[in-house]
């Protein structure tokens, strides 16, 4: 697929070019994005360079990982980066970081819910989903905010820095959204709670 744009209010959503090398490096020095995101730690200027230059070209090329460089509408300042990756079974999962200067308005729930937009309506997504490091509550509250489900913990579910870590989980359906589905979709029935009959404990009584 060949990249696209996406549009928001106060945003567009768009290609990455080889002028962000300098932002992206700058932005990915923030401690906190080394912490909980899987970029490399120290991050160099050769980093970015190979984001920049070979992973988000290839990831379009390949249809592997879609990622966007978030910008405000009317000029070219690179405020965050978000993608798709980990397509499976009609699943894309959903990443982030939003440079430190520029959180606190929003930008990144925005974002996230234009390319849950898009993934449902142009990829026929069945499923959207967020997972991130338990303890991880910048990615947590914008996760909330563009209406992902927090469905529970993964154990080992992330590996980070070469430890594998728990994670929250949490997903976004087409419906969730007011989207029509690309398949009907039938939720599990709430079984009873089981409770165990009187007299058939296993202990030695």
Same mark, same amino acid.
């Given at each position: 697929?060949?990249?696209?744009?996406?549009?928001?209010?106060?945003?567009?959503?768009?290609?990455?070019?080889?002028?962000?090398?300098?932002?992206?490096? *700058?932005?990915?020095?923030?401690?906190?994005?080394? +912490?909980?995101?899987?970029?490399?730690?120290?991050?160099?200027?050769?980093? *970015?360079?190979?984001?920049?230059?070979?992973?988000?070209?290839?990831?379009?090329?390949?249809?592997?990982?879609?990622?966007?460089?978030?910008?405000?509408?009317?000029?070219?300042?690179?405020?965050?980066?978000?993608?798709?990756?980990?397509?499976?079974? =009609?699943?894309?999962?959903?990443?982030?970081?939003?440079?430190?200067?520029?959180?606190?308005?929003?930008?990144?729930?925005?974002?996230?819910?234009?390319? *849950? +937009?898009?993934?449902?309506?142009?990829?026929?997504?069945?499923?959207?989903?967020?997972?991130?490091?338990?303890?991880?509550?910048?990615?947590?509250?914008?996760?909330?905010?563009?209406?992902?489900?927090?469905?529970?913990?993964?154990? *080992? =579910?992330?590996?980070?820095?070469?430890?594998?870590?728990?994670?929250?989980?949490?997903?976004?359906?087409?419906?969730?959204?007011?989207?029509?589905?690309?398949?009907?979709?039938?939720?599990?029935?709430?079984?009873?709670?089981?409770?165990?009959?009187?007299?058939?404990?296993?202990?030695?009584?």
């Amino acid at each position: 697929m060949k990249p696209v744009t996406l549009s928001t209010e106060r945003l567009r959503l768009c290609a990455f070019t080889p002028e962000d090398t300098e932002a992206a490096y *700058a932005a990915c020095q923030d401690p906190d994005i080394q +912490r909980w995101t899987t970029i490399p730690s120290p991050y160099g200027r050769e980093h *970015a360079e190979q984001f920049i230059q070979r992973m988000v070209p290839d990831g379009w090329r390949y249809d592997s990982e879609y990622t966007f460089a978030v910008r405000p509408r009317d000029d070219d300042t690179l405020l965050a980066a978000i993608s798709l990756h980990h397509p499976r079974s =009609g699943t894309w999962e959903v990443g982030y970081w939003t440079a430190k200067e520029h959180r606190g308005r929003g930008y990144m729930t925005e974002a996230v819910t234009a390319v *849950a +937009r898009w993934a449902f309506t142009a990829l026929d997504t069945i499923r959207l989903e967020w997972r991130a490091e338990v303890g991880n509550q910048g990615s947590r509250a914008v996760a909330e905010k563009a209406g992902m489900v927090v469905e529970g913990v993964l154990r *080992a =579910g992330l590996l980070n820095k070469d430890t594998v870590r728990d994670c929250w989980v949490g997903a976004l359906l087409p419906s969730d959204v007011g989207l029509p589905g690309a398949y009907p979709y039938l939720p599990a029935r709430t079984e009873p709670t089981w409770t165990e009959p009187a007299g058939t404990g296993t202990g030695a009584g």
